[in-house]
């Protein structure tokens, strides 16, 4: 099984207009096996998480988010950032 998150991105004032990049992530196992009894499960940062898109509009403020996308349903969108893009070819790393 994989882990999807999908990057969600539009023009300013443009919300219907929106594009969409999913970014495919290594395998996760469903079920882990517990290393350790419940009280002393230990607790790991989140780890970060790096995904490309070159769909980007050039000389546009773009405001985008992401959503995890789990058996074909997507999550809700996370908070989003806004930015500007430069004239040109653009492209985006998360």
Known sequence: ??????LVFWKDGDRLGNRTED?????????PVARFPPSRRRRSQPESV?????????YSQIT?????????????????????TPEGRTCLFI
């Open 50 to 58: 790096h995904g490309y898109t070159d769909r980007l509009w050039p």
């Open 1 to 6: 099984m994989f882990f999807v998150i999908q």
């Open 23 to 31: 970014i495919i992530l290594d395998s996760w196992e469903r079920c």
């Open 64 to 84: 985008a988010g992401v959503l995890v996308l789990n058996g074909g349903h997507g999550g809700n969108l996370s908070d989003t950032v806004e930015f500007n």
